[in-house]
């Protein structure tokens, strides 16, 4: 599986694993250079993950905010004649 195929989770976990291999004192530098930048793009993944959901969320929104009926609570509360309501 690639990392394009990767569920966000598992794009997070292997970001995690990097981390962890990168606050080891037994790495080198070209060692540490590689994990590096396989830890960038992972991001640069997840990153674009995280702008997909974001759009489809918006588009969710505005596509029933035309049918969402927005009042006031004060409204609801005074129209069933609960307490506190004066």
Do not use: C, N, Y
Request: hydrophobic share 40%.
């Amino acid at each position: 599986m690639t990392d394009r195929d990767a569920t966000f989770e598992q794009i997070l976990a292997d970001l995690e694993s990097i981390a962890d291999s990168l606050e080891r004192e037994d790495l080198d530098l070209d060692q540490a250079l590689t994990l590096f930048e396989r830890g960038v793009e992972k991001l640069r993944i997840a990153g674009g993950m995280l702008d997909a959901a974001h759009g489809k969320v918006e588009e969710l929104v505005e596509g029933a905010a035309d049918s969402w009926e927005f009042r006031p609570l004060d409204a609801d509360v005074e129209g069933r004649g609960e307490p506190g309501a004066d």
